[in-house]
C-alpha cells in the first residue's frame, strides 16, 4: 500500500522556521517526482515546491522563493521542505505529493499520490 506520510508541522512565531518532512513507502519512488502543495482555509490548494526523482532540478511558487528550500533524503523516499522566514500567510495544511511523470509538477493532477498534510500555524 502505497503512503505518503508529513511530519514536522506546527506552531510557529513569525519569522521563525519549520522543516517538513514526507516519508514515502509502499514502492519505490526514487523515478518519481514530489512536491509541495498547501491550502489555507477558504482557498484553493496551491502549488509550493517540486523536486525532480534525480534531484537535480527544483521549482518553487514564487511566493515561497528564497525563504524555502526542497530536497530529498540519500535513500530518495523521503522529501524535505525547510521553510523560513515564515509569515501568517504561510499558514495552511501542507500536503506532499508523488508524480510519476516529470511534467507540469505545478499542477496538482500531474501527481498519482497525496499525503494527508500537516497543519503549519505562524502567529503574527
Known amino acids: 500500500q502505497v503512503q505518503l506520510v508529513e511530519s514536522g508541522g506546527g506552531l510557529v512565531q513569525a519569522g521563525g522556521s519549520l522543516r517538513l518532512s514526507c516519508a514515502a513507502s509502499g514502492r519505490t519512488f526514487m523515478n518519481y517526482a514530489m512536491g509541495w502543495f498547501r491550502q489555507a482555509p477558504g482557498n484553493e490548494r496551491e502549488f509550493v515546491a517540486a523536486?525532480?526523482?534525480?534531484?537535480?532540478?527544483?521549482y518553487y511558487a514564487d511566493s515561497v522563493k528564497g525563504r524555502f528550500t526542497i530536497s530529498r533524503g540519500d535513500a530518495r523516499n523521503t522529501v524535505y521542505l525547510q521553510m523560513n522566514s515564515l509569515t501568517s500567510e504561510d499558514t495552511a495544511i501542507y500536503y506532499c505529493a508523488a508524480a510519476r511523470s516529470g511534467s507540469g509538477l505545478s499542477l496538482g493532477d500531474s501527481y498519482n499520490y497525496w499525503g494527508q498534510g500537516t497543519q503549519v500555524t505562524v502567529s503574527s
Open positions: 523536486i525532480r526523482g534525480s534531484g537535480d532540478s527544483t
